[in-house]
Nanobody, 118 residues
Framework: QVQLVESGGGLVQPGGSLRLSCAAS????????MNWVRQAPGKGLEWVSD????????YYADSVKGRFTISRDNAKNTLYLQMNSLKPEDTAVYYC???????????WGQGTQVTVSS
């Protein structure tokens, strides 16, 4: 029953906003760093953002810094990615992942499609 389930993706116009959610179950969510990665059509995986277990430390890729905000609600076992000022180049499948103590991404969600287009 260890799993991550992303939701909230969809079609949005350039300049718009979208909030992704990642529901975690089967492990002690509050004990782990989490991250978001994405995969654009025809491209490899791209790291987007990390957040520590308590939510007080965050990191962002340069491509999304200032536009995206990662957060978490440990009481709800949920990770979030607030995406503002979306650009067509943000179009990708977005995945949340659990970061193991070895820094391996050892648990992935199924992904949610984000399409930014007019």
């Amino acid at each position: 029953q260890v799993q991550l389930v992303e939701s909230g993706g969809g079609l949005v116009q350039p300049g718009g906003s979208l909030r992704l959610s990642c529901a975690a179950s089967g492990f002690t969510f509050s004990s782990y760093w989490m991250n978001w990665v994405r995969q654009a059509p025809g491209k490899g995986l791209e790291w987007v953002s990390d957040i520590n277990s308590g939510g007080g430390t965050t990191y962002y890729a340069d491509s999304v810094k200032g536009r995206f905000t990662i957060s978490r609600d440990n009481a709800k076992n949920t990770l979030y990615l607030q995406m503002n000022s979306l650009k067509p180049e943000d179009t990708a499948v977005y995945y949340c992942a659990k970061i193991a103590s070895t820094w391996e991404l050892d648990l992935w969600g199924q992904g949610t499609q984000v399409t930014v287009s007019s």
